[in-house]
């Protein structure tokens, strides 16, 4: 049985724990909502990429560009998959990192699984943003880049445009041939989904996923690109990379804060509730110490009356 000395420390652990998930709890809201500010502010430009996109894929035929190309192989290939895993830096998450990392191995054995049935060998690289989900899947054995180093916290476009370029130097020397983006995404305050989206060849269905399954429909007039649609599309996969890349990245930076300000909050109130429960064996503890002295003295009492 726990004596009144050992509930008055357990008390005072508790309170030690409410005062810092409060604490980061405040933390996580202030982030939470700068993060949000980051993403309405990408959103526009991120919409008006989208529609062009689509716009050129309802309108035009024979893009030569390579990312817009789909190569297939053929058994006894192989396929090269560069992986872009966004993740956040710190624990005390939730499960949003444990999430990403159960996406990133099995969309990986899947993949390994399939192409091994059509005879084609694959070979992957992981690029990991954040240390969490970077260190479990290293040590899972899975062959991360560990001279990569990024983070999602406060993304800016720059630090965007710095991925791009090496994803574009990669995808263009054939160092690999499809390249996916794995992120987390925010459909409601409870609910968030881990996507893992194919970035290069551009992949309309992700498009379609990302704007929420909106598509566009067929347009009416056909549209003329100058000084032809080849340039217009080399010119726009740019803005598209760049678009996906920083708004994944912002998105992934408001879901990362908004899972840690949920399991703060759910932390505060379990120490709430902890702290209702010691508080009540502190006060019996308390009066079972009383009623214990108390007899003592009156038993003491007793004896000397009998004397």
């Known amino acids: 049985m726990e004596t009144l000395n050992d509930v008055r420390k357990r008390i005072k652990s508790v309170e030690g724990i409410s005062q810092m998930t409060s604490a980061m709890k405040l933390v996580s809201a202030a982030k939470k909502r700068r993060s949000v500010a980051l993403r309405d502010q990408m959103y526009p430009f991120f919409d008006h990429c989208m529609d062009t996109m689509s716009d050129m894929r309802f309108n035009t035929a024979g893009i030569s560009n390579p990312f817009f190309i789909l190569n297939q192989k053929q058994p006894g290939q192989t396929w090269k998959i560069a992986y872009f895993v966004l993740s956040g830096d710190q624990g005390l998450a939730g499960a949003y990192n444990n999430n990403i990392f159960k996406a990133c191995e099995e969309h990986v054995r899947m993949k390994i699984l399939d192409n091994t049935r059509k005879g084609i060998t694959t070979e992957y690289k992981m690029y990991v943003f954040g240390k969490i989900v970077k260190e479990r899947l290293f040590h899972a054995g899975f062959d991360v880049d560990p001279a990569f180093s990024h983070s999602i916290a406060e993304p800016t476009f720059f630090q965007a445009q710095s991925v ?75 803005s598209y990379l760049n678009a996906m890349v920083y708004g994944a990245m912002t998105e992934a930076y408001v879901c990362e804060q908004t899972s840690r300000f949920s399991a703060m909050d759910n932390a505060t109130n379990s120490a709430a509730d902890m702290m209702k429960d010691l508080n009540l064996k502190f006060n019996r503890a308390r009066q079972a110490k009383i009623t214990n002295e108390l007899t003592e003295i009156i038993n003491g009492a007793n004896q000397v009356d009998n004397l």
């Open 164 to 238: 791009v370029s090496d994803i574009k130097q990669k995808f263009l020397t054939e160092e690999f041939d499809l390249v996916y983006l794995v992120y987390t995404s925010l459909e409601s305050a409870l609910n968030m989904k881990v996507n893992v989206i194919r970035l290069a060849p551009v992949d309309f269905k992700s498009i379609d996923a990302v704007r929420n399954g909106q598509t566009e429909e067929e347009a009416k007039d056909q549209i003329t690109y100058y000084p032809d649609v080849n340039e217009v599309f080399g010119f726009l996969v740019d």
